[in-house]
């Protein structure tokens, strides 16, 4: 499914009849009850900077611009068909030209860009995680809050195989390739869920293949309205992958937001032909049915991400990677549509606002009778916010991406080659 609309024709806010159906379903003007703070009064302000009425040198127009999470949940509920997303863009790349960014988004936005940067970064986020560290000093406090999110990155259940523990799978002659997205994060610290990634896919069919000269996907440089930077990243991306496979599977919901869109953000044949292959990996195991695994009976919350579900528009292949797991009792909490606040970088930048739409959340986990054993979401920068989340609250909960619960049930249930499962 293509994740965003053609190239932008005219306002894309134009269609906007001031009605609100919009403001219950934005976390922001949840947090605030504050009109500026809502998606009609952004579309208010975002229209008058695209008229001149109002500058890119005002102060409150650009704290209720950022305060913005990008999540679109405005989107879906919008009867007069709202481009909400393609307005921020704009007003985004408008506000970066005129003002630059803060010196700490600079500086976080830096180190995407470069990999040389950030892969000994997470490397060694990794070494403080395995130590133990970042769970031990995981907590309410700022330095807490940002050791739990990194503790979250750890595999959830000692059921998960070990990176090379298990043999591939057999993958019949003819069958479908698929180039596996590295990205930054997702190569480094959830190294795991790539490891389940593809014995899945393969479980089910497809010839999963590796592709160098991939990089940082580039959305967070493009939710900052840094296009510059994301379009340098995304070339980069779309000259490794094209041509690579049938299909480009990716397992975090905020770079296939993206990637799908790399046709609408470059401009290029060659980027919308990439984009075009770009599924994922919830909906390549959909269409497939998934295989059934083995029994894993366990209350699992699925957390929706904002960009799998409002950008991507995809909503029932996850649900069905998590229903091909016999056991599972699968919940969806009060909220679990809603953004939990991670948005990129926004919660490093915005802690306060980002927490208070976190905290909406946890309390919903925390109230649910019986509590789930676990929760299920398909994208990093939520694993690791509401992982933290719980930590702080000091619930015991495990976060994990829905594809490790079906690699566990495929382990289970003798899917894979046997070998001794081991624990990471
Ligand atoms: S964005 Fe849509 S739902 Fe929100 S106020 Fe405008 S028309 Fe109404
Ligand atoms: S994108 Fe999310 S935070 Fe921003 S106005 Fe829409 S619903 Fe609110």
């Known amino acids: 499914m293509t994740a965003h609309a053609g190239p932008m024709v005219g306002d ?98 830096d180190v995407f860009r470069r990999e040389r940067l950030w892969r000994p970064l997470f490397t060694m986020g990794r070494w403080v995680r395995r130590l133990g560290i970042a769970r031990r000093l995981a907590g309410r406090s700022r330095l807490g809050f940002n050791m739990g999110m990194l503790a979250a990155t750890a595999p959830a259940g000692r059921q998960a195989p070990s990176a090379a523990a298990l043999p591939r799978a ?69 000259a490794a992958l094209a041509e690579s496979a049938d299909y480009i599977v990716v397992n975090s919901a905020g770079c296939g937001a993206l990637l799908k869109d790399y046709g609408h953000l470059l401009g290029t044949d060659a980027a919308a032909r990439v984009g075009a292959r770009v599924r994922d990996v919830s909906e390549l195991l959909a269409a497939r049915g998934p295989r059934t695994g083995g029994a894993l009976p366990l209350d699992v ?72 054993r676990l929760l299920a979401t398909g994208n990093p920068g939520c694993l690791m916010h509401i992982g933290a989340g719980l930590l702080a609250a000091g619930l015991d909960i495990p976060v994990a991406h829905p594809v490790e619960l079906l690699d566990w049930s495929y382990a289970a249930g003798g899917l894979y080659p046997a070998e001794d499962p081991v624990s990471s």
């Open 12 to 109: 894309p806010l134009a269609p906007c009849v001031h009605c609100g159906f919009c403001l219950p379903s934005c976390p922001t003007y949840i947090a605030t009850s504050d009109e500026a703070d809502s998606p009609r009064g952004r579309i208010v302000l975002m229209r008058a900077l695209e008229r001149g009425e109002i500058g890119p040198e005002d102060d409150a127009l650009v704290q209720h611009l950022d305060a913005c999470l990008g999540c679109r949940g405005c989107e879906p509920v919008c009867p007069s068909g709202v481009a909400y997303g393609r307005g921020l863009e704009r007003a985004r790349e408008r506000l970066f030209e005129a003002r630059g960014l803060p010196p700490l988004a600079r500086l976080v936005l």
């Open 170 to 238: 057999e993958v019949p002659a003819g069958a479908p390739t698929v180039a596996l997205f590295r990205g930054c994060i997702m190569d480094t610290l959830f190294r795991h869920v790539h490891d389940a990634t593809r014995r899945t896919l393969e479980a089910n069919g497809y010839r999963v293949v590796e592709v160098p000269g991939q990089t940082c996907c580039g959305a967070l440089h493009e939710h900052a309205g840094d296009r510059r930077h994301a379009e340098e990243l995304a070339a980069r991306n779309v």
């Open 301 to 372: 919350a699925y957390d929706a991400p904002c960009h799998l579900q409002h950008a991507q528009r995809v909503q029932e292949a996850p649900l069905a990677v998590l229903g091909a797991v016999p056991g599972l009792r699968l919940r969806l909490l009060p909220g679990a549509d809603h953004c939990c606040g991670s948005a990129g970088i926004y919660a490093v930048l915005r802690p306060a606002m980002a927490r208070a739409v976190l905290d909406a959340k946890i309390e919903a986990i925390a109230a649910a009778d019986p509590r789930p």
